[in-house]
T-cell receptor
């Protein structure tokens, strides 16, 4: 089935380690997004991408790196994880037109000890 | 920059009763408005969206929302709540330029027997 999948669903790691969260979509959507969800903050945009090789910062980009070499994949890397990055991370994708809704993956719950 | 306020953190409704979840937005032009629902451990699912035209928008699962420009509001309603509606609900506003979404902090709906 077409859709958007995130992996892993759960991850526990230690401070200072590098961790990469994967996101894959099968719709060939132009736009992809990474959000983090924290209690009391709703969803906050980390990074987004308008197309392959085009990425830009969102509201809370510090400590994160993204890449988009292929349209369907949009990995998010924490280069040196900190406890403040413990969160639930959601990937979303959307078609070219700005009036199209974003479609979300099921999330990755990341715990940093 | 756009912003969204959901003033109610929690709401409890009896099964079969009507529901209204409040959403107020701040945006200089006509916004794109969305309501999403999130069940535990799941991603966000689109309930409905408003772009233009009729200010009363119908969505899935029997939900509707009304756009009121004079009040900068986009409240979500359902005439009769079912136990399966218990979830967290997010209002979001998108700009008509790039199309980033800004989310409210969410309202958790509890349904009592």
């Amino acid at each position: 089935d077409a859709g958007i999948t995130q992996s892993p669903r759960y991850k526990i790691t230690e401070t200072g380690r590098q961790v990469t969260l994967m996101c894959h979509q099968t719709w060939s959507h132009s736009y992809m997004f990474w959000y983090r969800q924290d209690l009391g903050h709703g969803l906050r945009l980390i990074y987004y991408s308008a197309a392959a090789d085009i990425t830009d910062k969102g509201e809370v980009p510090d400590g994160y790196v993204v890449s988009r070499s292929k349209t369907e994949n949009f990995p998010l890397t924490l280069e040196s994880a900190t406890r403040s990055q413990t969160s639930v991370y959601f990937c979303a994708s959307r078609g070219q037109n700005s009036n199209q809704p974003q479609h979300f993956g099921d999330g990755t719950r990341l715990s940093i000890l | 920059a756009q912003s969204v306020t959901q003033p109610d953190i929690h709401i409890t409704v009896s099964e079969g009763a009507s529901l209204e979840l409040r959403c107020n937005y701040s945006y200089g032009a006509t916004p794109y408005l969305f309501w999403y629902v999130q069940s535990p451990g799941q991603g966000l699912q689109l309930l409905l969206k408003y772009f233009s035209g009729d200010t009363l928008v119908q969505g899935i699962k029997g939900f509707e929302a009304e756009f009121k420009r004079s009040q900068s509001s986009f409240n979500l309603r359902k005439p009769s709540v079912h136990w399966s509606d218990a979830a967290e609900y997010f209002c979001a506003v998108g700009d008509t330029g790039f199309q980033k979404l800004v989310f409210g902090t969410g309202t958790r709906l509890l349904v009592s027997p």
